[in-house]
T-cell receptor, first 108, second 115 residues
Framework: LAKTTQPISMDSYEGQEVNITCSHN???????ITWYQQFPSQGPRFIIQ???TKVTNEVASLFIPADRKSSTLSLPRVSLSDTAVYYC?????????FGTGTRLKVLA | NAGVTQTPKFRVLKTGQSMTLLCAQD?????MYWYRQDPGMGLRLIHY???????AKGEVPDGYNVSRLKKQNFLLGLESAAPSQTSVYFC??????????????FGPGTRLTVT
């Protein structure tokens, strides 16, 4: 069964850039990578999605190397409100595999 | 526009009891999903549906059944609850999937405890 792994936790200070990596060694050709943010007692919320190279939106960037066996979510200049759990999702044909989540704590 | 709603928010069951969790979405999405979330294990897909009247098994389907009689509703049933089914259950919906992880919209979750 394909596995999607992430670091359990990370700490950062306000204003810093945070990079969270997800490992997905068994990614298939047609699979996409999506990142979600989850606050306590809420459902996950979409951040960004990509297939290869680099994708950027108003809140984050997603870097995917050529072999696509990993991906990195980059959050520029984090604030206290970015404290949350971040999940990567690898999805494809009838497949939806979430990572175990990375708990990010932003310190003042 | 309420998005994705789940009923109930909390429930306590005794072993062997049955119950149904209701998920409703008002975004006219084709795809709907049920996940369970356990500490340290992220979200795992139970069942999903690619359209009204169709359902399919996900990663952890045992002990659950689903139905999608109407496009806007996706029901998750537990016929005989077990303590191992104690979890937080999330419903999600998305527009056409087409093998990609199109943005999924999640509900607020249902916290289920089986004693």
């Amino acid at each position: 069964l394909a596995k999607t792994t992430q670091p359990i936790s990370m700490d950062s200070y306000e204003g810093q850039e945070v990079n969270i990596t997800c490992s997905h060694n068994n990614i298939a050709t047609n699979d996409y990578i999506t990142w979600y943010q989850q606050f306590p007692s809420q459902g996950p919320r979409f951040i960004i999605q990509g297939y290869k190279t680099k994708v950027t939106n108003e809140v984050a960037s997603l870097f995917i190397p050529a072999d696509r066996k990993s991906s990195t979510l980059s959050l520029p200049r984090v604030s206290l409100s970015d404290t949350a759990v971040y999940y990567c999702l690898v999805s494809g044909t009838y497949k939806y595999i979430f990572g175990t989540g990375t708990r990010l704590k932003v310190l003042a | 526009n309420a998005g994705v709603t789940q009923t109930p928010k909390f429930r306590v069951l005794k072993t062997g009891q049955s119950m149904t969790l209701l998920c409703a979405q008002d975004m006219n999405h084709e795809y709907m999903y049920w996940y369970r979330q356990d500490p340290g294990m992220g979200l795992r897909l139970i069942h999903y549906s690619v359209g009204e009247g169709t359902t399919a098994k996900g990663e952890v389907p045992d002990g659950y059944n689903v139905s999608r009689l109407k496009k806007q509703n996706f029901l998750l049933g537990l016929e005989s609850a077990a303590p191992s089914q104690t979890s937080v259950y999330f419903c999600a919906s998305s527009n056409t999937d087409r093998e990609r992880g199109y943005e999924q919209y999640f509900g607020p979750g249902t916290r289920l405890t089986v004693t």
